[in-house]
């Protein structure tokens, strides 16, 4: 695989679960199959929408390998680390490379409101521990610890320091990265409301969340606006809005997931300390999605087949 791959829509993909909350892997292979049939260009595990939080470090390390198996080369998978601990999560890094991991997707520590120096030294010492390419996900907003512009400049002595999931919210920060560091590091919008404007700025790929239930929109959005299609992508992001703006719930997950089984992509089940959404809250939210079901455009043809940018 060309370890150049940093562009494209990447599926922070849901863990499925049972209704006994136990790993659900045929459900994940199905969601998985969904993506890629919809022309995804990577798929990444283990993340905040994965539930990564709830999960044991052996289940984390089962999704990757079945993950891997299923996938089967047709597109990079990437690993999320969101750990407490240096040590951890250097441990964790080395795993999923003998795993067959394509690249890592690292949070900043997790819990600890660490210091810049900490910070750089953490992302430092697992850059040096793998050979894996890494995205650094940028997003202070849920995790308080922002990586600044003067973080990433002490970060790009480390060649395998590759990528940035920019979720600070602010789309300026695409154009400020690019201003200071050229195309040194492979840019992607994290934010789904924002994930259009963010792609029109020189954002690379988008890390997104809704694409799990409607994926071939996602990347029909990403495609046209690399092809120059503005006004067919806008057009589409129009009627997407109020789906995307389901990922920027602090209940991102139950949302998404009631989506995907809207849509047949996916199931409710979530594992506590989440709930399954119910009453006038659950109403809501399927509101937005059959309104959105019940006009959903037809895409320009063949517009998430468009060639991978």
Known sequence: MNKDF???VFPAITTKFTSEEELDLP???KGIEAQLEAGVDGIVIGGSLGE?????EEEKFILLA??????AGRVPVIFSIAEQGTKVAVSHAKKAEELGAS???ILPPLRYYASAEETVAYFSEIAKSTSLPIMIYNNPVDYKIHVTLEMFAELEQYANIVAVKESTRDISNVTRMLNRFGKRFKIFTGVD???LESIVAGADGWIAGLVDAFPKETVAIFRLVKAGRIDEAIAINRWFMPLLDLDIHPKLVQYIKLAEAATGTGTENVRAPRLKLTGKERESV????NDALAVRP????GSWGLAKI
């Open 66 to 71: 079945e993950t891997i198996k299923t996938v």
């Open 27 to 29: 459900a994940c292979n």
């Open 6 to 8: 940093w562009a494209g």
């Open 193 to 195: 409301p924002l994930a």
């Open 52 to 56: 990564a939080s709830t999960l044991t």
């Open 286 to 289: 399927l509101k937005v999605i």
């Open 298 to 301: 037809a895409l320009p043809e």
């Open 103 to 105: 690249g890592l997707m």
